[in-house]
């Protein structure tokens, strides 16, 4: 779930887009002319195959991740720990650098990460800061080298992909049809943990109104990857999930659910832009409110969070960028015996500057581009904090003990053959 969330489910839904649009358009969309598209293209997706595919670490850098993942909600004992580079007063920092090497991606440590230079080069920097009376922040960036697909690209290939969905409904093809037919590697990749059920986009008015339905099986992936289909037939059939975006004036612009292993999304387009979901159709904008939902069953209880806020600002070209902050309480799905002791622990990530979370492209200074991101989270330290921990850090060892080598070989084994159909077609 963890890969699958992340990079799975988009490859799919980029590739019916592509397939719906005329395959090689939203490719060529990625530059200035076809060969450049085709080049970001490659790029891109690469750089995302290696990125999240198969791993290997120092000896440090495992010993690190393992210790920042148990304490990542009760960070205090790690302010004494020996793996960082700066230890300045209440300030923890600890650099990390990556880099593709043969079939795997390279983790390790490094004091003072290099500027990155070659394509999938990344590096991370992350800080732990104690604000005393048991609150902490966390505060991470990472930078990863993109090569010729960077803001330029992303923003030119967010519009032709939805003008790919117009253009299907206007000629009212078969997304799927075409899917099949022109992405064969990318289908037969993805079709062992997803389906898709429906591509659907129907002109409406002035607008082409789209929905799409994803279905998680692993009756395929048991054959070929089986821990990482044991780990979501576990975890994943409980979870129940919701999103909307909604715009300035709170009019919504986008809903998805996820519930039973399957996905549903509905949106709306109008001239490559995203529209309201209700007339009158208005372009949606900056800035926007993500409002989301989490749950999944512990024993006899659900558990999550329900109206989990953000507000949203977004900016296209060269330095494309997408900014999320987390400054609204949510409401908690707690057991009622353990509400009153959780819900004023688990606030305080929301209360004051609140946590951020950030995406933008950047042009690197020798050539070529980058994506970072970065974020900041801050905890308070207390008993129940520390149960919250443990029980997520434990959801997290057992997908690393095992599945995790199986996903991410999914996740390169997708990509890589999404890039292959691509720069297969004419």
Request: charged residues 25%; hydrophobic residues 45%.
């Amino acid at each position: 779930m963890i890969r699958m969330s992340r990079a799975a489910a988009p490859t799919l839904l980029l590739a019916a887009a592509v397939a719906a649009g005329g395959c090689s358009g939203v490719r060529d969309a990625f530059g200035t002319d076809a060969a450049a598209g085709r080049q970001a293209a490659h790029d891109l997706l690469t750089v995302v195959g290696q990125r999240f595919g198969p791993t290997r670490s120092s000896d440090e850098h495992g010993t690190t991740r393992d210790l920042l993942l148990k304490h990542s909600f009760s960070p205090s004992p790690l302010m004494e720990a020996s793996f960082w580079h700066d230890r300045r007063g209440p300030l923890r920092r600890v650099g990390f650098v990556g880099a593709p090497a043969g079939t795997h991606y390279h983790f390790g440590l490094a004091a003072q990460p290099p500027a990155l230079s070659s394509l999938a080069s990344a590096r991370v920097e992350m800080k732990l800061t104690d604000a005393g009376g048991g609150a902490f922040v966390w505060e991470r960036r990472d930078e990863l080298a993109t090569g010729h697909f960077g803001g330029e690209s992303a923003s030119a290939g967010w519009s032709a992909l939805l003008r790919a969905l117009e253009g299907a409904a206007a000629r009212r093809e078969d997304a799927g049809l075409v899917l099949r037919r022109e992405l064969p590697r990318a289908r037969q990749a993805l079709g062992r943990a997803l389906t898709l059920h429906a591509l659907d986009a129907r002109r409406e008015g002035d607008t082409t109104a789209v929905s799409l339905a994803l279905e998680l099986s692993t009756a395929s992936l048991s054959a070929t990857h089986p821990r990482y289909a044991r780990f979501l037939e576990t975890y994943v059939p409980p979870m129940q999930a919701h999103a909307r975006g909604e715009d300035a004036a709170g009019r919504a612009f986008f809903e998805a659910e996820a519930e039973r292993m399957r996905l549903m999304l509905r949106f709306r387009v109008r001239d490559g832009r995203l529209v309201t979901l209700a007339a009158p159709h208005a372009p949606v904008g900056s800035p926007f409110r993500l409002v989301m939902g989490f749950s999944t069953k512990s024993g006899l209880f659900r558990v999550g969070v329900d109206d989990l806020s953000a507000r949203g600002e977004v900016a296209a070209g060269p330095r494309a960028r997408l900014d999320l902050a987390f400054r609204e309480k949510p409401r908690w799905r707690l057991p009622f015996f353990v509400k009153p002791f959780l819900r004023g622990p688990l606030d305080h990530s929301f209360t004051g500057e609140g946590s951020r979370l950030r995406f933008a492209f950047a042009p690197l200074p020798a050539g070529g581009h980058e994506v970072w991101r970065d974020y900041r989270f801050p905890v308070r330290e207390t008993w129940v904090t520390r149960f919250v921990g443990s029980m997520a850090s434990g959801t997290v060892q057992d997908f690393r003990n095992g599945a995790e080598p199986e996903a991410d070989a999914f996740v390169r084994e997708a990509f890589f053959a999404l890039r292959d159909d691509l720069l297969a077609l004419p």
